[in-house]
């Protein structure tokens, strides 16, 4: 089956110039500058620019099949890893592994070629001279080890290939016989240690905040509020941190909202069912109380003092937990945006990441000693809390993270957005069967409004993304403009481009 237009972009970084010419495209960055021909590919190439002025390239397919969408991610993939060359360049490290007779090597013709004697006992010196772009040196701070560094990856990962194959011995099993040289790690020259800016006394403290909002307000509130209320009503609070956050970047001017278009609109309107639905599902009940499945809870996880019903819908612990829940997504969501305005001055990521956590536990540590003050708090045993903590760890941290970035890379994060109210349902159930939970009228009301309103933003985000992929679309003729239309060295007698107009 074919399809009539496939697109796929990508974003272009600062300090990084793309320039295309018939299907020719040259990357040139801080490193130096490299060059692919992609005529091989039925594909169109151009540059062009999103609402925001962001410089992007976008690859168009006409009349294509499945590999031909392939083809569009396979040329990104190259794409990106020349962007990466000429911002970062290439590393790959070799280690000596040998078992009979000692491997000696030698760097000559200026780091351009290797000489290896002594290989398996024989006097044959065996010289490989390294592609264009790609220089050999001996690690200072390994022994047997060779650093191969270069800008593009293909000229790398091959001059690599050169060196193992030079020492390859025939007719040997390799997992018996392991004499020769192989490549141990892959990498990039310019590490994130050397891009990370110097920390100033604003930066420390935008992040000492950043780590407050995101960690230690945000979990701590909301396990206090979580207290007061249930699980179910945690889960569909849940779903306002996509209006909030829409909210404050609009106040902060981070986000743009046009009310001449649909999207724009939607995202209001959606705002607005969010917040209302949180307000009903907050303080009202209902006339009706949903029976649950079980009469009497598997697991208690409420006060001691009498049925787990009568401490679990009084009014001000009701309104107390709901406050507190929303005021931590409130934290959560000003934690989102902080986090974009602190990348911008401490672009590296995996420091911030662990500055952030760094502080949050010394933040956390403080309010622990403060507030549990008696060992017995300390104290776990093998129960229910010892298991919740392990599996809020592996499942919850480990697993749950890995595959929402895992989804996020390939469908992306407004499709992962959209499964958020399907956990309302999911702990629904299972509180009904675990913990005896009732629910209120209002309170399926409630979830319902937010479930909605959070769909009509989640649609007018999706919108606003493919209008930026496509800026000149719905744009008129003016008078006098002629129409141009270039195909882009398609052969005409090609059965898949001769009829596209």
Not at 83 to 95: N, S
Not at 395 to 417: D, E, M, R
Request: with cysteine; aromatic share 10%; hydrophobic share 45%.
């Amino acid at each position: 089956m074919k399809t009539i237009l496939s697109s796929e972009t990508m974003d272009i970084p600062d300090g990084v110039k793309i320039k295309i010419n018939a299907r020719i495209i040259e990357v040139e960055g801080p490193r130096g500058k490299l060059t692919r021909n992609f005529k091989h590919l039925n594909l169109d190439f151009q540059l062009i620019k999103d609402e925001e002025g962001k410089r992007k390239l976008k690859i168009d397919a006409w009349f294509g099949s499945r590999k031909t969408s392939a083809a569009i991610r396979t040329a990104l993939s190259h794409v990106e890893n020349l962007i990466t060359g000429v911002t970062k360049g290439y590393r790959y490290k070799m280690r000596f592994v040998y078992a009979h007779f000692p491997i000696n090597a030698s760097i000559a013709n200026s780091n351009t070629a290797i000489e290896i004697r002594n290989f398996l006992g024989e006097k044959k010196v065996r010289k490989v001279d390294m592609l264009e772009g790609v220089s050999i040196v001996r690690s200072e701070k390994v022994k047997d080890e060779l650093v191969l560094d270069g800008n593009d990856i293909e000229l790398v990962s091959r001059s690599a290939a050169l060196i193992n194959q030079k020492c390859h011995v025939k007719n040997k099993d390799i997992r018996k016989f392991l004499d020769g040289i192989y490549v141990s790690e892959k990498g990039t020259v310019v590490e994130e240690e050397k891009q990370r800016p110097s920390l100033s006394l604003s930066v420390i403290i935008k992040i000492f905040v950043l780590s407050s909002l995101g960690t230690t307000i945000h979990l701590n509130v909301y396990y206090a509020g979580l207290a007061y209320t249930s699980p179910t009503v945690a889960s569909a609070l849940s779903n306002v941190i996509p209006s909030l956050t829409f909210i404050m970047a609009v106040l902060l001017g981070m986000e743009k909202v046009k009310t001449e278009s649909p999207r724009g609109w939607a995202k209001m309107l959606g705002t607005s069912i969010c917040i209302s639905g949180s307000l009903v599902f907050t303080f009202w009940k209902g006339g009706y109380l949903f029976k649950s499945f079980e009469n009497r809870a598997l697991i208690n996880i409420y006060s001691t003092k009498g049925s787990a019903g009568e401490h679990r819908h009084a009014k001000e612990n009701w309104i107390k937990g709901s406050a507190l829940i929303l005021t931590s997504h409130v934290a959560w969501s000003a934690w989102l945006i902080l986090q974009a305005i602190v990348y911008k001055v401490y672009p590296a990521r995996l420091s911030l990441n662990t500055l952030i956590c760094f502080f949050a536990s010394i933040q956390s540590s403080f309010l622990a000693l403060f507030f549990a003050r008696t060992t017995a708090i300390w104290k776990l045993d093998w129960n229910v809390q010892l298991l919740t903590i392990i599996y809020c760890g592996v499942v919850n941290s480990a697993l749950g993270y890995y595959l929402q970035t895992w989804c996020i890379s390939h469908k992306g994060p407004v499709f992962v957005a959209m499964f958020s109210p399907l956990l309302v349902v999911i702990v629904g159930l299972f509180s009904a069967f675990a913990f005896a939970e009732r629910l209120h009228l209002g309170s399926l009301i409630g979830t319902g409004l937010i479930a909605v309103g959070l769909y009509c933003v989640l649609w007018g985000k999706r919108q606003d993304n493919s209008a930026a992929q496509k800026p000149d679309e719905g744009r008129g003729l003016a008078d006098g403009e002629a129409l141009e239309i270039s195909i882009n060295d398609y052969p005409l007698t090609n059965p898949d481009t001769s009829g596209r107009k």
